[in-house]
Nanobody, 123 residues
């Protein structure tokens, strides 16, 4: 079984910074892509940033230059450093991990989600 847990959300003023963390644990053989998504009230969940196991990254246009995604493969952890926060960044932020599990003769990749962490940016 695999658990994915986010932390680091909170309330911050516009222009401030927050750092989110997401740790995966359990019976993990390896983790491929990891990503952060967010969902604002009344809106669909949207992709914020992704990072491959090798460290290649992609960002939504709305966060480019302000957010940085990184990961520590040894700790099965992904981070999201958020700077110059805006009120429109207010949302529940979710971590996604594509986790490989199983015996080596029958490895399987699955999508695992965290429970979400609230980020609120006041104007």
């Amino acid at each position: 079984q695999v658990q994915v847990v986010e932390s680091g959300g909170g309330l911050v003023q516009a222009g401030g910074s927050l750092r989110l963390s997401c740790a995966a644990s359990g019976s993990i053989f390896g983790i491929n892509d990891m990503a952060w998504y967010r969902q604002a009230p009344g809106k669909q969940r949207e992709l914020v940033a992704t990072i491959t196991r090798g460290g290649s990254t992609n960002y939504a246009d709305s966060v480019k230059g302000r957010f940085t995604i990184s990961r520590d493969n040894a700790k099965n952890t992904v981070y999201l450093q958020m700077n110059s926060l805006k009120p429109e960044d207010t949302a529940v932020y979710y971590c996604n991990a594509r986790v490989v599990t199983g015996p080596i003769i029958q490895l399987m990749e699955g999508d695992y989600w965290g429970q979400g962490t609230q980020v609120t940016v006041s104007s």
